[in-house]
């Protein structure tokens, strides 16, 4: 059974930077997983922030980034904003076998 | 401007089938572009990608494998609207489901639009 994991929980402080990561149980987490990065708050449904490793929807603000960083999918919010405080996913794809795996998600605090 | 609106029972008896409908607005589920998705979550199981259809001249699925067994995705083109089936449901299968289209191309999970989600609760 696959795998992907996200650290558990992460604080930043309002302004800063902070980096979310996603590993596969199956190795390095290259473009062809082409990960994508979700955002969700309490009694919402998930919202999508990144796809395709780093491309933005229309409604991503400029301070998300997503990246390859280590044989790992990272999303890096640079100048954190209180609003930025919710929990993050990642989903990679597997194929047509497998389709999709989403990470546990990372807690983000914002304090 | 895409929207989906799910349908369907909150309360599944174990071992019965689960059955929820996601009425698509400003689409099409015929589409050539476009892949119609479940996604459930639970406290226990987190976000649990279930599967999805899509339409390439002919009509695919493709099904998590924790699932597979027991999920059906079908589409219904006469009401725009897409169905997720699950079979031989227990307790474990409590969960939000929600339904969510993606374009296809880039793996085709790119979740842009995400109905309102259902809570379905398996209990006797």
């Known amino acids: 059974q696959t795998v992907v994991t996200q650290e558990p929980s992460l604080t930043v402080s309002p302004g800063g930077t902070v980096t979310l990561t996603c590993a596969s149980s199956?190795?390095?987490?290259?473009?062809?997983?082409?990960p994508n990065w979700f955002q969700q708050k309490p009694g919402q449904a998930p919202r999508a922030l990144i796809y395709s490793t780093s491309n933005k929807h229309s409604w991503t603000p400029a301070r998300f980034s997503g990246s390859l960083l280590g044989g790992k999918a990272a999303l890096t919010l640079s100048g954190v904003q209180p609003e930025d405080e919710a929990e993050y996913y990642c989903?990679?794809?597997?194929?047509?076998?497998?389709?999709?795996?989403f990470g546990g998600g990372t807690k983000l605090t914002v304090l | 401007q895409v929207q989906l609106q799910q349908s369907g029972p909150g309360l599944v008896k174990p071992s019965q089938t689960l059955s929820l409908t996601c009425a698509i607005s400003?689409?099409?589920?015929?589409?050539?572009?476009?892949?119609w998705n479940w996604i459930r979550q639970s406290p226990s199981r987190g976000l649990e990608w279930l599967g999805r259809?899509?339409?390439?001249?002919?009509?695919?699925?493709d099904y998590a494998v924790s699932v597979k067994s027991r999920i059906t995705i079908n589409p219904d083109t006469s009401k725009n609207q897409f169905s997720l089936q699950l079979n031989s449901v227990t307790p474990e299968d409590t969960a939000v489901y929600y339904c969510?289209?993606?374009?296809?191309?880039?793996?085709?999970?790119?979740?842009?639009?995400w109905g309102q989600g259902t809570l379905v609760t398996v209990s006797s």
């Open positions: 259809t899509y339409y390439r001249s002919k009509w695919y699925n």
């Open positions: 400003g689409d099409s589920v015929s589409s050539n572009s476009a892949a």
């Open positions: 969510a289209r993606s374009p296809l191309r880039d793996g085709g999970l790119n979740l842009q639009h």
């Open positions: 989903l990679l794809y597997y194929g047509g076998a497998q389709g999709g795996v």
């Open positions: 199956t190795g390095a987490v290259t473009s062809g997983y082409y």
